[in-house]
Structures are given as structure tokens and as C-alpha cells.
């Protein structure tokens, strides 16, 4: 167990548990698949459904703010671009699942492990790196985004009972700490098999808070109240200066990465499918069915935004809808959002709270402290749920550094243009690329292989843009604001 192979099995025999919420052991032989974890039901749709769950989120929101910064041009043609991307890289990865590429191969669990397998242990550490660096800067970002929808639900119903010129104004850091004060709750659900329940109502209310604001803007589209638009959108000398307009573009480019990336979950979604047909072949079909439903989603999210607010659409297309009329449909959206972030908030930080406490585990095996799990009781009843010590000081920490990270930096498009930075380039596009020319050994100076590493160089230079303008803005943001003085 004190080899680099011992550690990564004993952390997946970990995750066998957390994800299956049984012992492998007590599990019949007729009900297990070929690596002794319970017997896999996934299908094309149910990946697909989880493909669509984790990337229509609060990224949909800021696209018709992206579309102002490129124009109808570069907007539409950069947010199919980046999709068939995805769905090409996907593809490439979904063949990763497996090591070797067979049906017999032996399964990759995660992302990182599939990495260990294609391009050994060190670049699996990096892949890490990058991995734990999108998700807990995502839960940072979620905070920010439902402190937001908090406060405009604050907002809408000042200007409802005071009047539309009323000084309503409001600081974010109360709600994020509210906001803190639940995750700290919630993170206590020990794994993602008990998570499930959260995942669905999360689900329901990132459809219902996306398909309001594209109705908000149809609506007002149709009505002739929509706003100018130009070709190559915000117009230098009139809306922006020149050096405004490149590092707008780039955090716009940022945004519609983020919009576009789910690798990052790709091989923990395809570990859920059943073995008939090949996994890699239903994943892609998932992958094809998740990118054309989202795309056209976003299409109609970005376009009926932008026509709606012209260039001067709003980071949050749901603020921009000015917190008045109808101001019960927008406080619906905006809870919608809320209740979706505090799941989406989980199911990325998961992921990190399972890897630390398997790792705890592992260097501590005999503290009680670490591993023994404390029934909870109130008097002489007994509930099903157990308290453990590593889990309540770990998650609470965790929740704590996020949301003070939060309050030090409440910049919207910003974070999710720096997300989309760091998540596009090196897991959507350079680990699949490279996995797959070590998986079919592709020599790098024929014509396929230079082709690969062209596309590879391109989204690099497109992360560092996007990281550019994504650092850019919250240097500018702060000057505007000071850190946890942040209003609304």
C-alpha cells in the first residue's frame, strides 16, 4: 500500500463504496460487474442527462453578455467552435475509459486515473492539479453567482413595494455567508450516493431558471422593446476603448469555454454505463445527444439575450431585466438558482472531500478521530446519519476558505472566464489529445499527430487569452471595489 499503485487502489476501493453506498463484499457474485462493483445500469440517456445537468448551469446566464462583447458573428461562430471541440476531445477521451482499449481492458474510475493509465504518474498529478483547481474554484464562483440571485430577489422586491427609483442597494457578504452556512450543512451528506435527491431538484431548477430568462428575453424580443445590436458587437469609441474591447473579447472567450466544458466529469459519468454496448461507444452517442441539446440552447439563450439587450447586456442576463415587472416571475428564477447552486456547490466539492478523507485514511487507518463514524441521536431515538469528526472540521474548513474567497473577489463573468481557462485548454483538450496519440501511438511529426498538437496550441493560446482577460477584469474590480465591501 506504500507504492504510488498501492495508494491509487486504495483510494479506489474508496470511491467503490462512497459511490455504491455498500460494502463490494456483501454483494453477490450475480450482481456485480466485471471489476466487482455493483452491477452498472446506465444507458445513452441517463449519460446524457448527466452530461446536460452539469454543463446547462449559471454559465447559460453570462452568454448573452459574451455575445455583446463578439458580435453576432464571432459569437455564434466561437460558441460552435468550442462545442465541436468538446464533442471531438470527448470522443477521444470516452475511448480512455478503458486501458487497454478493449472490452477486456481494465476500467478507469476517474479522469485522473485514466491519465495514470495513458501518460503515467506524473502527468496524473498535474491532470490533478488542474482537476481540484477547477472544482474548488467552481464552488467559489457558485457562491458568488447564488449571492447575487439573492440580492436581486432583495432588490426586485424593493423597487416592487418602494418605487423604481428607490436607492436599493445591498451587500452580497451576509447572503454569501448564509449561502456558507448551508453548504457547511449539506457537505455533511457523507457521499454522492446520498446525494442523488439533491442532484434531481438541481437539475429541475438550473432547466426552470434557464428556460424563464429565455422566455423573459423572447418575450421582450418579439415586442419590439429589444435593443441595438451590431455584427462585431460593443463598438470602440462608442461603448468601449479599444484596449476595453480585446480584454472584454477575451474574458467573452472565457465564458463560452466555461459554458462548453464538462471533460473534467466525462469518465466518472461513462463509469456509470452498463457494459452492452462498449461503454466508449454509448459515450459517445451521449456526448453527440448532451452537445446538440445544450449548443442549441445556448444559441437560443445567447441570441434572444443579446437581441434583447443589445451591447448593453448584463454579466447575469437575469439582472438585466431591470428587477421590476414581472417581478415575481424573475424573484422565481433567481430562487430557482439559489436552490440549483447549493447542489451544483456539492457535487463538485465531493469529489475533493472524497479524495482528502480517502487519503486520510490511508495515513491515518487507526484514528478514531478519521475513521469512526458516531450515530446520531436525540434522546432515545436513533437516526440514519452518523457524524464523523474528519468530515465536520475537513468540509466545514473547506466551505469557510471558499466563501471568503468569495466575499474577497464577488466578480461574476470574471470567475467564470477564468474557470473556463484553466478547465478548456489543459482537460478538455490537451489531456484527451495527448491520451489518445499514446493510445494509438501516433508518431508527432505525421500529419495526424501535427494536426493533434496544432489544436492543442490553439486552445492553449485561447486559455491564456481568456486567463488574461479573466485576471484583467478582477484587477479592475478591485480598484472599483474593495475586498468584503462588495455591493449590489
Not at 459511490?19 to 463490494?24: A, K, Q, T
Not at 484514528?367 to 466545514?396: A, D, H, M
Amino acid at each position: 500500500m506504500g507504492t504510488a499503485t498501492g495508494r491509487q487502489e486504495f483510494m479506489i476501493q474508496h470511491a467503490v463504496y462512497c459511490e455504491s453506498g455498500s460494502d463490494p463484499r456483501t454483494i453477490s457474485d450475480g450482481e456485480v460487474d466485471d471489476d466487482g462493483k455493483p452491477r452498472r445500469a446506465g444507458i445513452v440517456w441517463t449519460a446524457s442527462a448527466h452530461i446536460i445537468t452539469a454543463i446547462i448551469g449559471s454559465g447559460v446566464l453570462s452568454l448573452a453578455w459574451g455575445m455583446a462583447q463578439l458580435g453576432w458573428i464571432a459569437g455564434i461562430g466561437i460558441l460552435l467552435t468550442f462545442s465541436v471541440i468538446t464533442y471531438y476531445t470527448s470522443s477521444l477521451l470516452a475511448d480512455c475509459y478503458r486501458y487497454p482499449k478493449s472490452a477486456s481492458g481494465k476500467r478507469n474510475y476517474t479522469y485522473m486515473a485514466a491519465v495514470n493509465a495513458y501518460l503515467g504518474e506524473n502527468m496524473r498529478k498535474v491532470c490533478g492539479l488542474f482537476q481540484f483547481l477547477i472544482l474548488g474554484g467552481a464552488t467559489i464562483g457558485y457562491t458568488i453567482t447564488a449571492s447575487v440571485s439573492m440580492v436581486a430577489i432583495r432588490k426586485s422586491n424593493c423597487f416592487h413595494k418602494r418605487g423604481h427609483g428607490a436607492p436599493c442597494k445591498f451587500s452580497n457578504n451576509k447572503y454569501m455567508i448564509g449561502l456558507g452556512i448551508t453548504e457547511i450543512l449539506v457537505s455533511q451528506i457523507p457521499n454522492f450516493h446520498k446525494l442523488s435527491w439533491l442532484s434531481i431538484v438541481a437539475a429541475i431548477m438550473s432547466f426552470a431558471y434557464s428556460s424563464i430568462g429565455l422566455g423573459l428575453a423572447f418575450t421582450k424580443v418579439i415586442s419590439g422593446h429589444g435593443h441595438r445590436t451590431t455584427l462585431t458587437g460593443v463598438e470602440v469609441g462608442v461603448d468601449v476603448t479599444a484596449a476595453e474591447k480585446i480584454w472584454t473579447i477575451f474574458r467573452a472567450i472565457g465564458d463560452m469555454a466555461f459554458a462548453c466544458a464538462y471533460s473534467v466529469i466525462l469518465i466518472e459519468i461513462q463509469d456509470t454505463l452498463r457494459s452492452s454496448p462498449p461503454e466508449n461507444k454509448a459515450m459517445k452517442k451521449a456526448n453527440m445527444i448532451a452537445i446538440l441539446t445544450s449548443t442549441t440552447f445556448y444559441l437560443m439563450c445567447g441570441c434572444f439575450g443579446y437581441a434583447a439587450f443589445g451591447n448593453k447586456a448584463p454579466g447575469n442576463m437575469l439582472t438585466g431585466f431591470g428587477f421590476y415587472e414581472p417581478f415575481w416571475l424573475i424573484d422565481l428564477a433567481n430562487v430557482c438558482i439559489v436552490v440549483h447552486l447549493v447542489g451544483a456547490y456539492q457535487v463538485l466539492a465531493q469529489p475533493i472531500f472524497s479524495t482528502f478523507e480517502s487519503w486520510a485514511s490511508m495515513r491515518w487507518p487507526n484514528s478514531e478521530f478519521v475513521n469512526t463514524e458516531y450515530p446520531l441521536r436525540i434522546g432515545s431515538k436513533k437516526f440514519n446519519f452518523s457524524i464523523n469528526f474528519l468530515r465536520l472540521t475537513g468540509r466545514t474548513t473547506f466551505v469557510v476558505v471558499a466563501t471568503l474567497f468569495a466575499m474577497a473577489l464577488p466578480f461574476f463573468n470574471e470567475i467564470l472566464a477564468l474557470l473556463g481557462a484553466i478547465s478548456y485548454g489543459p482537460m478538455t483538450v490537451y489531456f484527451p489529445v495527448e491520451m489518445h496519440i499514446a493510445q494509438n501511438k501516433i508518431k508527432r511529426l505525421s500529419i495526424r499527430g501535427l494536426a493533434l498538437q496544432l489544436l492543442n496550441l490553439v486552445c492553449f493560446l485561447v486559455s491564456i487569452a481568456a486567463a488574461s482577460g479573466a485576471i484583467q477584469g478582477m484587477g479592475h474590480g478591485l480598484r472599483a471595489s474593495k475586498p468584503f465591501q462588495y455591493k449590489e
